[in-house]
């Protein structure tokens, strides 16, 4: 029983980094019809220029880091939302958009590489250790990526609901030709939109560190199971991306439990697969597949 | 106020307006009618910067706005209220009202005094207030439209085919309340009709449009005795 309990608390904390990067993809692709497959390197890039630039190098205390390196992703995603987003989405084939994004990918993956060369490195001091909860150990980086995650359910769900900026993001989403009757600049809720998810993309960076290190290829595999997470919780959906998340980081945690570790990374895959087959609208019904 | 002049429009090669010349004063109501395929959204379009015209000038106000966008055509006080309602279906009756105040700098306290306002104007919305956009009839999403068109408190409305798809009995109601925003509201309004009839009995004067040019034009009460006009649009 106790080896269940820790299995579940882990699946979890993995569960909500899935939540976190199926939201940051989601947002993009509600606001402007693109899926942005640059979203794992965004990722990485914030872990880079919070540990690599801000920590290390310039020695800040993470109080200040934190705040300085989402502000800095901000500013990266309003100008990749400008120059490839925006400019990319009115083009009359998705294909391009598509290739933007992958070609964007490719270039942080190598800038990064120059910058702050190919070797991972870590943050020795940064959320080590466990808290004992009975028999069950609760390690603190799970406890602060759930902590994380809620807070940041919590703006998302109040931006939406009660600011002006917010519920103009579920009007572009649902129809840009009527929201710009009612005097939105569309094209500027987009780039706000693609500078939110830069933000949430930095946190989930920061907060993989402990568990992944800093690398080039430290949120590849969280890209794509968060990928899969929104499938399977129904794309397009906020709450699909939190429960499929979810599903995801526990059945995986469980599967390790029972069956060999190296197919671990199969089963989100495996679900993916079985969702687009069987009920391809996910768990919430999506609106892509309208 | 709103003047359109000598406005041609294309999509890729195709003429969607030649040579439109129309303009709207205070306090009148303008109605342009015509079959469908004649341009009447187009122009409407064209005014709210959703098109660009590739020849002639739109003025309000005086102001050049031939070559804004929507969202700052909205900011002159243009208000268009788009074919098929286009609320946003997801977005509650009060949501989308407050969205019809995007472009204003309100306080929340005259935001709610405007949506008091609305109820009282619609008192069906005030029933649904907390209900999805999505689910009204379409009577009620077209006074939903209308409603958060008012919001913004403009300075000129323009109606795209209001009755398009409702029973005859909504129809007049819509009708009666668009005479209402005019004489109560002193609010002028451009309305484009397919119901002729209708919109030449409740408007001053009158634009008929074919093919993108503008076939006739005059005071409403003349037109709708036309015989032309009785034969193509008046069913006899």
Redesign the interface.
Known sequence: MTSFFQLLLGGIGMGCIYCLVAIEYTLIWNASGLVNFAHDKFIMLGAYIFAGTLVLKLNLPIILAVPIALFLMAIFGSVAAMGIFNPLSRLNSNIYAVMGTIMLAKILGEATRLIWGPAPFNLPSFVKGAYKLGEVSVSKVYLLIMIATIAILLIIEFMFKKT?VG??M??VA??K??????????NKNITFTVALSGMICCVVGILIIPVFNVSLGMSTMIGLKGFAAGIVGGFGSIPGAIVGGLLIGIVESLYSGVGPTVYRDVVAFVLLIGFLLVKPKGILNSKASK | MLEINNVDIFYGKAQALTNVSVCVGEKEIVSVIGANGAGKTTLMKSIMGLVHPTAGSITFKGENITKLAAHDVVKQGIIYVPEGRRIFPSLTVYENLFMGTYSKKYSKKEIEDKIEEQYEFFPKLKERMDQLGGSLSGGEQQMLAIARGLMADPKLLMLDEPSLGLAPIIVEDIFKIILDINSKKNIPIMLVEQNAYMALESSSRAYVLELGIVKQQGDASVLIEDDDIKKAYLGG
């Open positions: 002006k519920i103009a579920r009007c649902e129809d030709t009527a929201a710009s009757l009612m005097g939105v600049n569309v």
